[in-house]
């Protein structure tokens, strides 16, 4: 199974296309939150209504996970916590999201809600207590924030990660979490786009501007995580103990060289203009 993994696009539409010609090439695609951009020019409504069509269109064409990040959030609940009610609607469009457990062969997928308050934050305990009786070989979670204390979560001058989800893993030891919301850990010095915590791999794809998003390849069948930047691409084999730095990736395979191939429309000219 291959899974592409992104984060934090923020409304950013090249790369939300992008994604659409990617997906078909993977068996899922994971969005670890933060879809949405609370600073964008774009009235937040028009946002969701946008973004739910485009998690519509890639449930269309493989199987899709998403969980909510703190941009993504547009309500408060009755316990006045703020919570991300437009995420709920995706499901319909087959979109596994906040509090689903979604199985695929041995792996068990667990999706977490960006949580603000002790209510949500205790049905995500409850929620992981609950999934970590259902039967897998795998267990793989999402969620957006990265646990403290960790390189995924170095800020630069401090951590930005979750206390609560460094507890989690601690005490449920699943084989990986995937997140991103600190955008520039995999970019500085003492940062990380991975790392390990006892057995847990845990990933933060990091942002970059443009097209296409820094992304992330789970090939579960070999055991192998790539990462791909603007200008780096580095693979981390998952048997291996944890190794700093990651592997340069000199040779590709070619189902992951052809994503370099996704035409940018943006770039395309009429003919008439044509030199």
Known sequence: MRCLVVADLHYS??????????????DLVIFAGDALNLGSAVDFRA??????????RLAGLTRVIFCSGNHDLDERNAEGEKIARWVAGIRESGVACDGDNLTIGDTLFTVCPWWDGPLVKARIDDQLREAAAMPHRRWVWVHHAPPADSPISWG??????DVELLRWIERHHPAMVISGHVHQ???IPSGSWFDRIGTTWVFNTGLQPGRPPVYIVLDLAQDKA??????????????APLHRPATPLHEAPDWLTSLDRIADPSLARPASAAG
């Open 156 to 161: 630069g001058k401090r951590f930005f990660g």
């Open 226 to 239: 790539f990462w791909l930047a603007a200008g780096d691409a580095q693979i981390v084999d998952l048997n």
């Open 185 to 187: 850990s995999p970019f």
């Open 47 to 56: 946002q969701i209504v946008v973004v739910t069509k485009y998690l519509s």
């Open 13 to 26: 539409l090249p790369q939300f296309d992008w994604l659409l010609a990617a997906a078909p090439q993977f």
